[in-house]
């Protein structure tokens, strides 16, 4: 019989980057990734994006992850994601911070969309101009 009193300690991080917002949860375990309740194949690719703080820090398959990811593309997605990670990866533990922040895991990218102007085509882009 299981007790259900005991609950499993978690490590939760938000991670953005443009429109993508990603809430992550590190919990203890064999290294799960699960992402919008579907399961992923730990791949090498997965391991270098996702698990790329996990695996600096020395922690590849100590952790499941789990994420809930909206808006963006797939490319912001996975780099919410894995800064998701690298926060989460904090609250676990302040002394791997020097290690995370050497490898640029825990800058969040602020480069984001320019809004359009009046009278422009697009955020930049000017109507040809004319003479006569």
Known sequence: MVNKSVK???Y???G???TATAKVYLKPG???VKINNKDFEVTPEITQIYNGPLD???NLGKFDITAKVSGGGFSSQKEAIRLGVARALLKYDDK???VLRKNGFLTRDPREKERKKPGLKGA???PQWQKR
């Open 30 to 32: 064999t290294g799960l």
């Open 8 to 10: 499993q300690k978690y």
């Open 56 to 58: 600096i820090t020395g």
């Open 124 to 126: 930049r882009k000017a």
């Open 12 to 14: 939760y991080a938000l």
């Open 16 to 18: 953005r980057r443009k």
């Open 96 to 98: 791997l911070k020097q």
